[in-house]
């Protein structure tokens, strides 16, 4: 059984882009492409990371993979095999690097494991990949494989997605872990300065923030009947509405439509014009869905209208997070133990990840739905949902961590300088589902923000940058 596994990803143009990003940023994007073109002079940009699917990660893959085809740059997308005591390690790992310690420090027999498991799917990359050909390498999961590869003759950069703004004894023991296997990239990327460990060369870091699709199918345009059919068929709304056809766009371009309900825990639905506040998150501890309900919970539902949707893919379908069904679990319990005003009131959504497109179509419906989002997170690498909400003129209540503060500027939405402070939470929540108007200008100008910083054609312009020095300099 191969250990590696390619994600096929269908081409998609980036003329596309042109309305929303307009003609010259349209221009200098081709341009790059062309030079990195005469630069790989043939070789090929392979990505490595370890799940197809569920994360911020995979979302971006799915659609830059596509639209760096459609420029004519050969590019492949690999995932890798861990088995549970591998992705046990590395979320311990996510989770120092994010500042929290989760069990006993990681030690000597941790570190063969994971070494030995990264060596297994090392010799069958050395098979794929040809000296000279680009490898970025994500996150924790595939740092092992950056020595493998550079002695295959791969020019090997380290994309790291994670990280916190101060650096502790939690931070440095997970970086301890990974130093050793950093050294033979030649390049690293982080998302923030913030995040870069002060060992790594200074002049081989590249700070490059993530982005969202406009016309991915988690983002694309849906009218409010889709909207409306979308969420009868997940089942989050009341059911006396009536229904409109479920229909989104796949990222292949054919008509589909949403077939596969919810599981939802909730004690009612809220009508289709009642205030919603949304968050879509894993179930991770670090994004405090817990935190959220609680909140809600004491500072919203005893005075104000309103619900509250906490909103995660489905627990036994993303592989590299091991704790997912846990904290899962926790929230199940903590909202069983709610008020009967607040289980009226907080719904648990889980949505099914079988198909790709479907659960892409669901979140997006759900944040088009939602009247606010919210990401409370501890700690946030960059937090694609607040861009994602903010796309769709949502304005969003996020804590002052990482990439969110980078995101929600001045008048696009409220930044929670103490996330674990509930009532500051609560009162924001009230703020923006009382004030329609509000909400509404927020939305606009957090639209525009989006536009012009997250949208792909920077990134992408960015890693060509990057390339470009890379095979530069020879
Ligand atoms: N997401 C999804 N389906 C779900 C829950 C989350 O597609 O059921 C997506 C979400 O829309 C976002 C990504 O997973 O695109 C999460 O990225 P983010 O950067 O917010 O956090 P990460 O999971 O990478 O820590």
Known sequence: MSLLHTVKVPRLPVSRLEPVIGASRSARLSRAAGQVRQLLSGRTIWNVNSTAAGG???????????????????????????????????????????????????????????????????????????????????????????????????????????GVDWEDEVTRSGWDFLRPHLAAAEAYVFSRREYVPSWIPADRTWIIPPSIDPFSPKNAPLDAGAVRGILVKLGVLDGAVPTPPAAFVRRDGGAATVSRPAIIVGESRPGPDDPVLVQVSRWDRLKDMAGVMRGFADYVVPGDDGYLMLV????????????????????????????????ARILLVTLPLDDIDENAAMVNALQRHATVITQKSVAEGFGLTVAEGMWKGRPVIGSAVGGIIDQIAEGTGILLPEPADLAAFGSAVRLLLGDQDQAARMGQAAHAHVREKYVGDVHLLRYAQLIGTLIGEG
């Open 56 to 162: 911020g990660v995979a979302e971006m893959l799915q659609v830059l993979v596509g639209y760096v085809q459609d420029l004519d740059i050969p590019i492949g997308w690999l995932v890798t095999t861990g088995d549970a005591a591998f992705f046990a390690i590395t979320k311990r790992l996510h989770n120092q690097i994010h500042g929290s310690l989760s069990g006993a420090p990681l030690g000597a027999a941790e570190a063969g494991h994971y070494a030995e498991m990264l060596a297994a799917n090392a010799v069958e990359l050395a098979a794929r990949v040809r000296p000279g050909d680009v490898v970025l390498l994500h996150d924790p999961q595939t740092a092992g494989l950056a020595a493998p590869l550079a002695q295959a003759g791969a020019r090997v950069v380290w994309r790291c997605h994670i």
């Open 312 to 343: 995660g893919p489905s627990v036994k379908d993303v592989s590299d997070d091991p704790e997912g069904a846990a904290v899962y679990g926790e929230c199940l319990l903590q909202w069983r133990d709610l008020s009967p005003a607040a289980r």
